[in-house]
Nanobody
Framework: QVQLVESGGGLVQPGGSLRLSCAAF????????IGWFRQAPGKKREGVSC??????YYSDSVLGRFTISADNAKNTVYLQMNGLEPEDTAVYYC???????????????????WGKGTLVTVSS
């Protein structure tokens, strides 16, 4: 059964760091584009970052602060988040781009096998 499980969220002060994990089950993660998305209260879900075979994408809002990486041996994708701001507060999700036509364009539509998400709260 294909499944993605996010972890690593929590409460952090502005300027702090967190590392999110997205563990894949039932398929080989390196064969697909994997993306991180987030949804803040009252807002639409938006693309944050993607990775496929070492190629990466970042939204303008996180470029230079977040870093996406993959550990193929652990079948896990990570999102290192530095310099966190209150505007980064959201539920963070990972998902699969099965056709490679969505994530690198920042599209939510077309992504599949969404995890349940992990909450990141940035507050003093």
């Amino acid at each position: 059964q294909v499944q993605l499980v996010e972890s690593g969220g929590g409460l952090v002060q502005p300027g702090g760091s967190l590392r999110l994990s997205c563990a894949a089950f039932g398929f080989t993660l390196r064969d697909y584009t994997i993306g991180w998305f987030r949804q803040a209260p009252g807002k639409k879900r938006e693309g944050v970052s993607c990775i496929k075979s070492g190629s990466t994408y970042y939204s303008d809002s996180v470029l230079g602060r977040f870093t996406i990486s993959a550990d193929n041996a652990k079948n896990t994708v990570y999102l290192q988040m530095n310099g966190l701001e209150p505007e980064d507060t959201a539920v963070y999700y990972c998902a699969v781009d099965p056709y490679g036509s969505s994530c690198f364009h920042g599209y939510v539509d077309g992504m599949e096998y969404w995890g349940k998400g992990t909450l990141v709260t940035v507050s003093s």
